[in-house]
Antibody, heavy 120, light 108 residues
Framework: QVQLVQSGAEVKKPGASVKVSCKAS????????VHWVRQAPGQGPEWMGI????????TYAQRFQDRVTLTRDTSTGTVYMELSSLRSEDTAVYYC?????????????WGRGTLVTVSS | SFVLTQPPSVSVAPGRAANITCGGN??????VHWYQQKPGQAPVVVIS???DRPSGIPERFSGSNSGNTATLTISRVEVGDEAGYFC???????????FGGGTKLTVL
């Protein structure tokens, strides 16, 4: 398992963009796929996308396809999630999560989440 | 995509068993994973692949999956088990994970 440390809470105005970071606290997670999942108040988690260990491949959920960008800085071991054209419905806690190195279908490590509030 | 349905809340007295369900169309044909989520903390997997307990998870946590319902059972519930729990499967059609809406477990 990997301990994931995320950046702090953000407050953004509608139409703006937000960029959230995720980094392993001790050991690097260069071999892990990293997913991003968000959870709006009172709702279940929602998958947003995945980035490969090398950062050269990404897949996004269809509903975020044109607004989300996942990137990876392999030199610092940091993964980023950027969401653009923010609206009030994007207010949520955003999590990064990894799957085990030998598995792909469940998450063995999660960050504590980053609260993004979109408000005018 | 595949839809998972959980009851919003479950209440149980300390020492009793709690059953949290996750419904889905023929979910028994899929592998179900369960996570515990406490306020301000990272979610933690408590059951993977229907009934596998990761190291460090008490034996009181178990799972089952058949037909249209998967169930997380917490036996001899403790106050510290009070948390949110959500289920997750991998949707082969969309090729991404899908989550249930989550269940708030209250220990009375």
């Amino acid at each position: 398992q990997v301990q994931l440390v995320q950046s702090g809470a953000e407050v953004k105005k509608p139409g703006a963009s937000v960029k959230v970071s995720c980094k392993a606290s001790v050991n690097s997670f260069t071999g892990n796929f990293v997913h991003w999942v968000r959870q709006a108040p009172g709702q279940g988690p929602e998958w947003m996308g995945i980035i490969s260990p090398g950062g050269d491949s990404t897949t996004y959920a269809q509903r975020f396809q044109d607004r989300v960008t996942l990137t990876r800085d392999t030199s610092t071991g940091t993964v980023y999630m950027e969401l653009s054209s923010l609206r009030s419905e994007d207010t949520a806690v955003y999590y990064c999560a990894t799957t085990p190195l030998d598995d792909f279908y469940y998450f063995d490590s999660w960050g504590r989440g980053t609260l993004v509030t979109v408000s005018s | 995509s595949f839809v998972l349905t959980q009851p919003p809340s479950v209440s149980v007295a300390p020492g009793r068993a709690a059953n949290i369900t996750c419904g889905g169309n023929n979910i028994g044909s899929k592998s179900v994973h369960w996570y515990q989520q406490k306020p301000g903390q990272a979610p933690v997997v408590v059951i993977s692949y229907d009934n596998d307990r990761p190291s460090g998870i008490p034996e009181r946590f178990s799972g089952s999956n058949s037909g249209n319902t998967a169930t997380l059972t917490i036996s001899r519930v403790e106050v510290g088990d009070e948390a949110g729990y959500f289920c997750q499967v991998w949707d082969d059609r969309s090729d991404h994970p899908v989550f249930g809406g989550g269940t708030k477990l209250t220990v009375l």
